[in-house]
């Protein structure tokens, strides 16, 4: 499931209170897309009722609680990180890399909302997740606690998770580059992280993000980034980078859409799109579109109205990009 058909499949199912797990690679926001359901649904009072527990941290008594004696007979106390009342999301983050034995120690909570003496209250919705079986350190699910689920998968997709970072300030070359080359948004080989450590996915990208933001000297800058997605990507994106500083000059090309240079080379175009849908306002939008028809691929002119119109959604009701719009219908992602 992509990002947002992923978030309205939680939505339904928290709603029903019916018990989910999502299934992906590590890195992909799987967590992040239940963090936003819980705020949307259960927020109140300005506070997010999201319980999200470690499971792997977690011994099962820490979920039985401990025993007393009370008139001969034992009694189970419910440890104090189980929700006593109100309503929310319980949600056990990277569920299949805890022992087994804490896993069973889940069934009967996800399934009857009890765990012994405890009751889960009404209010409650149970939601897990974690990375696929073939991942280091990931236990095989029992049975018994994988029927009690509703299984999600999530996917990335590119153009969605571009948007997502137009909307939370993600640094327009991160974003430009992407563009260029979608395919290393997530590039997770498990052999290859082993010798570099880490590798490029949305997570590590916003890291990026935040890196670029710092105004390094390039050579620190680099070594932050190979640090952050690997030496292979962060060496493509370091070149990338070198060719986005010597853009045409953005204030030219809004002075002097008609004859301003336009570059024909992919990576220079995806630049020059993202860097104009970052500047792009009602003043100067009518020169932006202007340039932007001379490229010679229409895929160059969807992306920045695409990014432009995300990331200031007041341009959407432009006289000259509604036009636009309508005209080139068939062409918009």
Known sequence: MKPKQLKSSVEVLSKMKQPFFVWGDPGIGKSQIVQQVAGELFEKNGH?????????????????????????????????????????LLFFDELNRAPV??????????????????????????????????ETGVQRMPDALRSRFTHLKAEIDVSQWVEYGLKNDFASKVLAFIRWRPELLHK???????????????????????I????????????????TIGVGAATEFTAF?????????????????????????????????????????????????????????????????????????ELNSVGCVTDWKIEHQGILF
């Open 48 to 88: 997010q009722h999201l319980l999200d527990l470690r499971a792997v941290l977690l011994d099962p008594v820490d979920l039985m609680g401990i025993p007393s004696v009370q008139n001969g007979r034992t009694h189970w106390s419910p440890p104090s990180l189980l929700p006593q009342e109100g309503e929310g």
């Open 101 to 134: 034995m804490v896993q069973n120690a889940c069934l009967q909570l996800v399934l009857d909302r009890k765990l012994g003496e405890y009751t889960l209250p009404e209010g409650w919705v149970v939601g897990a997740a974690g990375n696929f079986e073939s």
């Open 188 to 210: 997770y080989d498990r052999m290859t992280t082993k010798r570099e450590n880490s590798f490029p996915c949305p997570r590590t990208w916003e890291f990026t993000s935040n």
């Open 212 to 227: 670029l933001k710092q105004r390094l000297d390039m050579e620190l800058q680099h070594e932050l980034i190979a640090g």
């Open 241 to 313: 980078l070198k060719l986005y500083d010597d853009l045409p000059d953005l204030e030219n090309i809004v002075e002097f859409p008609q004859t301003a240079p336009v570059p024909y080379t992919p990576a220079v175009c995806y630049a020059v799109a993202s860097a104009l849908a970052h500047v792009a306002t009602r003043k100067n939008v009518q020169a932006i579109l202007t340039y932007m028809n001379r490229f010679s691929e229409k895929e160059y002119v969807v992306a920045c109205i695409h990014d432009m119109c995300t990331k200031t959604p």
